[in-house]
């Protein structure tokens, strides 16, 4: 089966700027994608490019199509939410549910509304009216209410509080997803998130750094606690990132061999957002 | 065509002085005619009568149009700016709605859409007004209430939104153009480029082709859809004293559609219009 995106040196430049730098990634269908790196890091760009609004360069394949070229067409299997401030204020909820409904053919109404009738929103509020919170809820009850191949969501809780952004999470998962979907989620709050994914994508400058299943992650990589007295000699195995903490030494270790390394200490994989500090800084912290 | 209806739609959600300015207007009117003194002796003569009637019908259309100029313009400035400035267009844009129906749909509303609009409220607000003074003057005059004279202000009505929804296509693609390309400052951007261009032909070259061809694109309108030259108006407009000049006369779209600047002023409405919508591919929020 074909990639549900599939990107070969993708590359977008700002004036001199270059936001990505030959990136290659792709992403099967069915999975929770995190893409992950620190602010500026190229992130957004490459969401934009898979989203179709803005050009770029080299290849890009989204569900088959060119997202530039064809956003419209792919805009009837995929969706997005940029992030929680892009509802208009002056918008009505049951506008934007009429709307929807009027202009997408995989939108189901009665799937909004159930949606929304477990939340506190009424119908002819305003966006502006609304709490971030609640104009969440209502992008997502758009959202989940189309029958879409692949939902983008763009630092969606950026600016929620830990309630909002628990309940948006837990919807998505529980009331969302499915083996037929597929999620690409960037954010730069990777604890929030890491439960909740089966893959990971690294980007750092522009570049991708890491492109893995956790099941992958499990084994190329490990950390491994070393005490002061062995740490020369696990140094030998070249880990590819060192922190001290409490006068222990955890060492990152990529492609080990787990019978030598357990000499040194106890072995355990790395979280996301440890793998995440170790991958983007590099040496010792 | 179902998701043209709903972006037309969409522009009176957002936009919902399309329908508030027209109804203030109309209403500000209809409180002078109840309120206001009414003379009906200049309506004695039956002649003096009719055309008092076509004035009167004429004024408020005249009224009406002069306030959606404004109005639109102020609009196709705004359209496409708005959804950037408030990031809203990542919302417009995750939908299966293409640019080019966005920049069309906005375009229809600015030069059909609205204009329609305002031609019903000053409709409306003839037929009211007309009501409330006849009441009041306790008489039903042939000089309010003649159907020829009303069914003729119509057609007057949708030639003058047709041929101006042409001859001002290329200010319209050039506010639309503007609004989809400005990170501020939007009025600004549309007035400086002309400006400066006929700043600089002035200082270097000291000749005016600038000014005479915008100058020419904003009033040049009438001399080209309507019959009024000299000749024209000895052969016809001699007897206007005694005879209520009659529109189909005095209206020219033979002359309008074979007039070379009609046309090219199409052509150049039409690429700022392609412009337009290459620049709503390309550019997101502010």
């Known amino acids: 089966m074909p990639a549900l995106i599939e990107s070969k040196d ?9 936001a990505l730098d030959r990136a290659n990634f792709s992403i099967e269908a069915g999975k929770i994608v995190g893409l992950i790196g620190p602010n500026g890091a190229g992130k957004t760009s490459a969401l934009r490019a898979v989203l179709g609004l803005t050009s770029y360069e080299g290849q890009l394949t989204v569900l088959g199509r060119e997202p530039f070229r064809e956003r419209t067409a792919l805009m009837g299997d995929a969706c997005f939410i940029a992030d929680v401030a892009v509802l208009p204020g002056w918008l009505r909820v049951d506008q934007a549910i009429d709307f929807v409904a009027g202009v997408h053919p995989k939108f189901r109404r009665d799937r909004a509304l159930g949606f929304l009738a477990k939340t506190q929103i009424t119908g002819k509020r305003k966006m ?17 209410a189309i029958d879409a191949k692949l939902l983008v969501l763009d630092e969606p809780t950026l600016g929620l509080d830990i309630l909002a952004r628990r309940a948006f999470y837990d919807a998505l998962v529980n009331d969302y997803m499915d083996d037929t979907r597929t999620i690409l989620i960037t954010t730069h709050q990777v604890e929030e998130v890491e439960n909740l994914l089966t893959d990971i994508i690294f980007i750092d400058k522009g570049r991708i750094v890491l492109d893995s299943s956790l099941d992958d992650v499990a084994v190329r990589f490990a950390a491994v606690t070393v005490s002061p007295d062995r740490i020369e000699a696990a140094r030998a195995e070249k880990p590819f990132y060192e922190r001290h903490i409490l006068g222990k030494s955890l060492l990152y270790f990529e492609n080990p061999d787990p019978a030598k ?13 440890d793998l995440f500090v170790a991958k983007l ?5 | 065509m179902k998701t043209y209806s709903w972006l037309i739609r969409r522009e009176f959600w957002e936009f919902r002085a399309t329908w508030l300015i027209p109804a203030v207007v109309g209403a500000v009117l209809l409180i002078s005619a109840l309120f206001g003194r009414i003379d009906m002796t200049a309506f004695d ?20 149009y002069a306030v959606m100029s404004i ?31 966005t920049v069309l749909s906005k375009l229809l509303m600015g030069l059909a859409v609205i204009p329609l609009v305002f031609m019903v409220a000053a409709d409306l607000t003839s037929l009211l007004m007309a009501f409330v003074i006849s009441i009041r003057a306790r008489t039903f005059s042939a000089v309010l209430w003649n159907p020829q004279t009303w069914f003729q202000v119509q057609v007057l009505w949708l030639y003058v939104i047709a041929t101006t929804a042409i001859w001002y296509l290329p200010i319209a693609g050039w506010l639309m153009l503007v609004s989809a390309w400005a990170k501020r400052a939007v009025m600004l951007w549309t007035l400086l480029p002309p400006l400066v261009l006929y700043l600089i032909e002035k200082w270097f070259l000291n000749t005016h082709v600038v000014q005479n061809v915008l100058g020419q694109r904003l009033v040049g309108y009438a001399a080209v859809a309507y019959h009024g030259n000299e ?36 052509a150049v409405g039409v690429a700022m219009i392609v412009g337009t919508i290459q620049l709503r591919m390309r550019r997101s929020e502010i």
Request: net charge neutral; proline share 3%; with cysteine.
């Open chain 1, 10 to 18: 993708l590359t977008k430049r700002y004036g001199s700027h270059i």
């Open chain 1, 128 to 144: 502006r009216e609304l709490s971030k919170g609640m104009k969440t809820q209502v992008h997502l009850a758009l959202t989940m």
């Open chain 1, 261 to 273: 390394l357990a000499a040194f200490g106890e072995l355990h994989t790395p979280s996301v957002s």
């Open chain 1, 281 to 285: 800084s590099g040496g010792v912290a």
């Open chain 2, 45 to 64: 003569s039956h002649l003096a009568a009719l055309n008092l009637g076509t004035i009167y019908l004429l004024g408020l259309a005249v009224l009406f």
């Open chain 2, 71 to 101: 109005y639109t313009s102020w609009y196709l400035m705004d359209c496409l700016y708005n959804d950037r400035r408030d990031r809203s267009i990542l919302f417009w844009k995750s939908l299966p709605v293409s640019d080019s129906q």
């Open chain 2, 231 to 266: 000749q024209w108006i000895n052969d016809n407009m001699s007897e206007a004293a005694t005879v209520p000049v009659s529109v189909w006369r005095f209206i020219n779209p033979a002359g309008f559609f074979s007039s070379l600047e009609v046309w090219i002023g199409l």
